[in-house]
């Protein structure tokens, strides 16, 4: 299945025939087979599938921290390590790995701080929609936007755990990555945190227009969030839909509200029991 969307210029992303297998022999896992998507810059795409569906595998992927075995991954053109040691991806993890000996503040300032040489890198990069490396935001200004204008001089231990995320978020976001990847940021969050991080996130999102890929499991939060909805299925992984989600922004909390809001829930739930079926047949 091919997720590409139609691109003007140098997609943010490019996924060219990509497999991957963990393990040798008759006990290999084929966690991902002949995936092909292509995401325009400033797009927010959302992955989801069932457990084993190669989610997380796509996104460590793009994040440089694995490579295909087959196929090709770039982001603006190039490989993911080029675009790691440039600084053009952002990744928040599940857990915020903030460092407990610091301040919020001087957490998500510490990634300006180190490699100084990802600045000329990122000039000489062909492609890019960017010319030159962005300018570094204003980080207190950011924790502000962000709801942690208190909290910035709070070690990581004194805060919630919403906190603590948001934290990470803003230090991600703080590097003004083309790319930015979100691997189930929210999930061991509650109801009300997980959406009032939704909101802040689409904030940032809004503002600085990096391109987000993010994995998921919640079909509510795929539709609020994303531009593009990518549907994936295991056994071998592979996507098996995109679905464009054609709802206005700023997407708020009347949103859930909204007729065409819950169509599109049916329609991912549609296709997400689809990719089951396909499993067990």
């Known amino acids: 299945m091919d997720g590409s969307v139609k691109v003007t210029g140098t997609p943010a992303l490019a996924l060219r025939s990509v497999h991957r297998v963990y393990g040798f022999g008759p006990s290999a896992t084929n966690a991902l087979d002949d995936v092909r998507l292509t995401v325009p810059p400033g797009r927010f795409v959302s992955l989801i599938g069932p457990s084993g569906c190669g989610k997380s595998t796509l996104l460590r992927l793009v994040a440089g921290l694995e490579r295909p075995d087959r196929g090709e991954v770039l982001v603006h053109g ?12 952002g990744l928040v993890p599940q857990s915020p ?8 503040l001087r957490n998500v300032t510490l990634p300006q701080k180190i490699n100084k040489g ?9 492609g890019t929609e960017r010319e030159g490396a962005p300018a570094a935001p204003d980080m207190r200004e950011l924790l502000v936007k962000a709801g ?5 001089h709070k070690l990581p231990a004194q805060l919630s755990g919403g906190m603590r995320q948001r934290a990470a978020i803003v230090r991600a976001f703080g590097l003004r990555p083309d790319v930015l990847v979100m691997d189930e940021p929210f999930s061991a969050l509650d109801e009300f945190t997980r959406e009032s991080l939704q909101d802040q996130l689409l904030d940032l999102w809004d503002e600085l227009k990096t391109t987000v890929l ?3 499991h919640s079909v509510p939060e795929a539709v609020r969030l994303s531009d593009t909805v990518v549907v994936m299925a295991p056994g071998p992984g592979r996507i098996v839909d995109t679905i464009d989600v054609d709802l206005p922004r700023p997407r708020g909390e009347r949103l859930f509200g909204e007729r065409r809001f819950h169509e599109y829930e049916d329609l991912v739930r549609d296709r997400l029991r689809r990719a089951w079926r396909s499993e067990a047949a």
């Open 97 to 104: 790995a903030l460092l407990p000996w610091l301040s919020v």
């Open 148 to 152: 942690l204008g208190e909290a910035m």
């Open 214 to 216: 993010f994995v998921t």
């Open 118 to 126: 990802a600045a000329r890198r990122r000039e000489r990069i062909a």
């Open 78 to 89: 190039v490989p993911p390590a080029t675009a790691c040691a440039a600084k053009m991806i």
